[in-house]
């Protein structure tokens, strides 16, 4: 089956600084989405990207579906961003959701 | 919109017990709906996709006469563990698909803590 690999596994910042999280598949994809699992354990939907560029306030993500990766940028990082960052991608039709191991990120005031 | 609702939250019960776990799309039809086990400091494993109307579809190693799923409308699905021991304690995720425009992306409910004693 398809593999997701996630990196870095661990991430810790300092308040207001930036951080890049990458997704790379080792199979092409129809679906690709970024989760943020806050302590919790909601999900909350980031973005719905399965190729190009979105931004959304200091967030934003890029995948490059040819060369099967996805990355997710943290600008200005505040305490609120701290938690797991999981990328999920929809290989085929089936509509199921293969998750990465996540990459938990830690923002320290 | 695209709200996804799990009740209960949390659950404790005794080692042998049935736990009944609801998930409701509130303001939106969900044909397809998702179940995830998630276990500390892990990702989200899928169990489970259910259809209204029709049998869950079990991922492999899942037992499917151990977690019982049944999706009854468009809104609900629910998720029966049954005779449920300390090895089921895990976080219970659900997820909606929505239809027509929405209907690649996939909404998650708040999860259930199961707590096995």
């Known amino acids: 089956g398809i593999q997701v690999e996630q990196s870095p596994p661990d991430l810790i910042l300092q308040e207001g600084a930036n951080s890049t999280l990458r997704c790379n598949f080792s199979?092409?994809?129809?679906?690709l989405q970024w989760f943020h699992q806050n302590p919790w354990g909601q999900l909350i939907n980031l973005f719905y990207?399965?190729?190009g560029t979105k931004q959304n306030g200091r967030l934003s993500a890029t995948t490059v579906a040819t060369e099967r990766y996805s990355l997710l940028y943290i600008s200005s990082s505040q305490t609120t961003d701290s938690g797991v960052y999981f990328c999920?991608?929809?290989?085929?039709?089936?509509?199921?959701?293969?998750f990465g191991q996540g990459t938990t990120l830690q923002v320290k005031p | 919109g695209a709200v996804v609702s799990q009740h209960p939250s949390r659950v404790i019960c005794k080692s042998g017990t049935s736990v009944k776990i609801e998930c409701r799309s509130l303001?939106?039809?969900?044909?397809?709906m998702f179940w995830y086990r998630q276990f500390p400091k892990q990702s989200l494993m899928l169990m489970a996709t259910?259809?209204?109307?029709?049998?869950?579809?079990?991922e492999q190693g899942v037992e499917k006469d151990k977690f019982l799923i049944n999706h009854a409308s468009l809104t609900l699905s629910t998720l029966t563990v049954t005779s449920a021991h300390p090895e089921d304690s895990s976080f219970y995720i659900c997820?909606?698909?929505?239809?027509?425009?929405?209907?690649?992306?996939?909404?998650f409910g708040p999860g259930t803590r199961l707590l096995v004693l």
């Open positions: 990207i399965p190729s």
């Open positions: 259910s259809n209204e109307g029709s049998k869950a579809t079990y």
């Open positions: 199979d092409s994809v129809n679906n």
């Open positions: 999920a991608v929809v290989p085929g039709n089936t509509g199921k959701l293969i």
């Open positions: 303001d939106f039809q969900a044909t397809t």
């Open positions: 997820s909606a698909l929505a239809g027509q425009v929405l209907r690649e992306t996939q909404y």
